[in-house]
Structures are given as structure tokens and as C-alpha cells.
């Protein structure tokens, strides 16, 4: 069984910071690469940054500059380090891994958490 906990969501105020963390556990035997996504109240989930194995990393564009994402191979942990954070990054968060299991190959998802940015 494959887990992925995320952390580290919360209120704060525009133009602040939040470190969002994931992590993963089980059966695993590679992670090939890891992502955090948001969906906003009435939008479609979106790819917010990624990462790969190997450290490539991509950002959507509303977020380049003020995000960054890294991961911990060794504890199959990602972060997603965010600053000057506006009223519209509000969403929930979710974690996202491609991943080998012992049987498998596919995508797992976090629970989500809530990011909201307001005075």
C-alpha cells in the first residue's frame, strides 16, 4: 500500500511564505517523478511545479519565480518552498508521484491541503 502524506498548508497573509511537504511510503521500489498540483473552488486542478528524478524541474508560468520545488530521494519526500504568496495561489494542494511498486507502475495522489492567502 502506497502512501503519500502531505503538509505544511495553512492561512497566511499576501506576500508570505508556506514550505508544503510529501511524503511517500510503502512498497516502493523507484519514484520517477513528483509533482504538486492546486485546484482552486470552481477550477480545474492544475500542475503548479515537478520535479524528476534527476532534479529537472518545471513551473507553471504564474508561479515561476516565487515557488520552488525539490525532493529528498533518500526520505521520498518532496517540497514545494512558496513565497510572495498571493490571494489567487489559494487552493488546495495536492501531491503527485509517478512510482515503480513491486507490481506496478502509476500515478498516486496526496489527500490534498488547503493553501489560503488572505489579509
Known amino acids: 500500500q502506497v502512501q503519500l502524506v502531505e503538509s505544511g498548508g495553512g492561512l497566511v497573509q499576501p506576500g508570505g511564505s508556506l514550505r508544503l511537504s510529501c511524503a511517500a511510503s510503502?512498497?516502493?521500489?523507484?519514484?520517477?517523478?513528483m509533482g504538486w498540483y492546486r485546484q482552486a473552488p470552481g477550477k480545474q486542478r492544475e500542475l503548479v511545479a515537478g520535479?524528476?528524478?534527476?532534479?529537472?524541474?518545471n513551473y507553471a508560468d504564474s508561479v515561476k519565480g516565487r515557488f520552488t520545488i525539490s525532493r529528498d530521494n533518500a526520505k521520498k519526500t518532496v517540497y514545494l518552498q512558496m513565497n510572495s504568496l498571493k490571494p489567487e495561489d489559494t487552493a488546495v494542494y495536492y501531491c503527485?508521484?509517478?512510482?515503480?511498486?513491486?507490481?506496478?507502475?502509476?500515478?498516486?495522489w496526496g489527500q490534498g491541503t488547503q493553501v489560503t492567502v488572505s489579509s
Open positions: 503527485n508521484a509517478d512510482l515503480q511498486t513491486y507490481s506496478s507502475r502509476r500515478d498516486y
Open positions: 510503502g512498497r516502493i521500489v523507484s519514484i520517477l517523478r
Open positions: 520535479i524528476t528524478s534527476t532534479g529537472s524541474t
